[in-house]
Every structure is written in C-alpha cells, then in structure tokens.
T-cell receptor, first 113, second 110 residues
Framework: DGGITQSPKYLFRKEGQNVTLSCEQNLNHDAMYWYRQDPGQGLRLIYYSQIVNDFQKGDIAEGYSVSREKKESFPLTVTSAQKNPTAFYLC????????????FGPGTRLTVL | QQPVQSPQAVILREGEDAVINCSSSKALYSVHWYRQKHGEAPVFLMILLKGGEQKGHEKISASFNEKKQQSSLYLTASQLSYSGTYFCGTENNYGQNFVFGPGTRLSVLP
C-alpha cells in the first residue's frame, strides 16, 4: 500500500538535544511538507520541498532544518535552537506543487523534557 | 496571513446540520477543506477555486463567496463519523502563500 510513514509515533528528548523526525513516502510525490500542530493554532508550515535537493523555509522555520537527498525521504531535525519544540509534527506530500491535495502521515508527537 | 474560522467548536446531535466558516482579510484564489479525526492525520475533503462552482460530497458541501473572501462548509444530517477538527486552507494566488486556519472542532453526539 502506498502512503506516508512517520516514525516514531512518540518521541521524548532532553532539552538541548537535537532530534530528527523521519518522513518517508512511497507515493512517488515530488512535493513534501513539514507542519507543526499546536492546540488552537492549526497547522503551521515549517519547511517544504518541491523537488529533490531543494527546499524552502515556511512560516516557522527557525530552529529547524531539513534535507531532501532522496525523493521519498524528507527528514526534519529539531535543533536545540528551537525554543519550544514540544508539539505534534505532521509530514505531508503531494504529487507536485501544482496539485491540490496533500496527503498526510500519522504524525510524531515530540516531547522535550 | 492565517484565515479565521468560526465557530471554534460546535456540538451537534446526530442528524443535525452545521455550518463552518472560513474567512480571510485578503483576496483569495482557493480554499481547501480538510478533516482531522482525533489521533489521525488530516484528510482532504475538497477545494474551491475562485470563479468555481459550489462543491459537494454526499452530505458535505461548500461554497466560496469571492466578494466576502469567505468559504462555508455545510454538513447536512450529521453522522457520528463527522466528528473531528475541520481545517480550511487558503491561497491568495495560484500556488502561493498557502496557510491553514486554526480549525473548528465538531463533535456529533448520538
């Protein structure tokens, strides 16, 4: 079955540590996205990538970094510079930047202690 | 700029109707609607384009008022399965500045 996988579902880290969230898709989609979801604030865009080896900052990119070395993978690193990293992180993809529908992964809930 | 959604939350009995609104202070090119059930990923419902027709899917439909920069999502004869948080996403121009609203939490009770 095609889809988007995010791992792990729950992640705990100590303050000051960098952590990388995984996002893999086998839908052959060109475009991939990372969102952060906080209660009452909807989904806010962190980074997005339209093609391999290219990515752009979203609305809240500070304290995060990404890479897009392969079409199917778009990992997100939450660095120690992110002041409030505890949140629910969603990865999404779509066929291309010109398509409408985004397909979302199940999400990773990150808790920084 | 993030669109505004209203109401923030609504509670219904099964079979009742609901309307969720999404509005922007800027001219809109498109409005997208997603539903996220508790603990699950958001799922695309429909998109409305500037100059396009009202969309519908079974008992869920939506309209787009270009003059008011507003879209409304209509849920008719709600079912328990309609419970979840509904997000609108808006674009000001084709492929530009897509942003999600804060969401409207819908609870359908038996």
């Amino acid at each position: 079955d095609g889809g988007i996988t995010q791992s792990p579902k729950y992640l705990f880290r100590k303050e000051g540590q960098n952590v990388t969230l995984s996002c893999e898709q086998n839908l052959n989609h060109d475009a991939m996205y990372w969102y952060r979801q906080d209660p009452g604030q909807g989904l806010r865009l962190i980074y997005y990538s339209q093609i391999v080896n290219d990515f752009q900052k979203g609305d809240i990119a500070e304290g995060y970094s990404v890479s897009r070395e392969k079409k199917e993978s778009f990992p997100l690193t939450v660095t120690s510079a992110q002041k409030n990293p505890t949140a629910f992180y969603l990865c999404a993809s779509k066929v291309s930047q010109d398509n409408w529908e985004q397909f979302f992964g199940p999400g990773t809930r990150l808790t920084v202690l | 700029q993030q669109p505004v959604q209203s109401p923030q939350a609504v509670i219904l009995r099964e079979g009742e109707d609901a309307v969720i609104n999404c509005s922007s202070s800027k001219a809109l090119y498109s409005v997208h609607w997603y539903r996220q059930k508790h603990g699950e990923a958001p799922v695309f419902l429909m998109i409305l384009l500037k100059g396009g027709e009202q969309k519908g899917h079974e008992k869920i439909s939506a309209s787009f008022n270009e003059k008011k920069q507003q879209s409304s999502l209509y849920l008719t004869a709600s079912q328990l399965s309609y419970s979840g948080t509904y997000f609108c996403g808006t674009e000001n121009n084709y492929g530009q500045n897509f942003v999600f609203g804060p969401g409207t939490r819908l609870s359908v009770l038996p």
